[in-house]
């Protein structure tokens, strides 16, 4: 049974950094692409970014400001995030699947198989 426990959210002023993370359990780790998504308060859920061996996929909203990394050996994923706004509040879900690697597919929420619970990011002004 594959799990995810995302851990990192928190408050922080716009302009700040924080550094998220998620933590893989279940199934051979190296081998799966690994994503994030996010969901505002009364917005659908969006693609952030994902990672797939050492590609790397970001939206147009986060390109630039945000980071995703994996580290195999500790099976964990990282969304560093940089120069954040009061919009990029909302809830962060880790996913993990086998999306195909192109970016229509890397950001297709129907393309992961498992979710972690979620960590809440707010951005104040």
């Known amino acids: 049974q594959v799990q995810l426990v995302e851990s990192g959210g928190g408050l922080v002023q716009a302009g700040g950094s924080l550094r998220l993370s998620c933590a893989h359990f279940?199934?051979?780790?190296?081998?799966?692409?690994m994503g994030w998504f996010r969901q505002a308060p009364g917005k659908e859920r969006e693609f952030v970014a994902a990672?797939?061996?050492?590609?790397?996929f970001y939206s147009n909203s986060v390109k630039g400001r945000f980071t995703i990394a994996r580290d195999n050996a500790k099976n964990t994923v990282i969304l560093q995030m940089n120069s954040l706004k009061p919009e990029d509040t909302a809830v962060y879900y880790c996913?993990?699947?086998?999306?195909?690697?192109?970016?229509?597919?890397?950001?297709?929420?129907?393309?992961?198989?498992?979710w972690g619970p979620g960590t809440q990011v707010t951005v104040s002004s």
């Open positions: 990672i797939r061996w050492e590609d790397t």
């Open positions: 279940g199934r051979a780790f190296s081998t799966y692409c």
């Open positions: 996913a993990t699947g086998q999306p195909l690697p192109t970016t229509q597919a890397m950001g297709d929420q129907r393309e992961y198989d498992t």
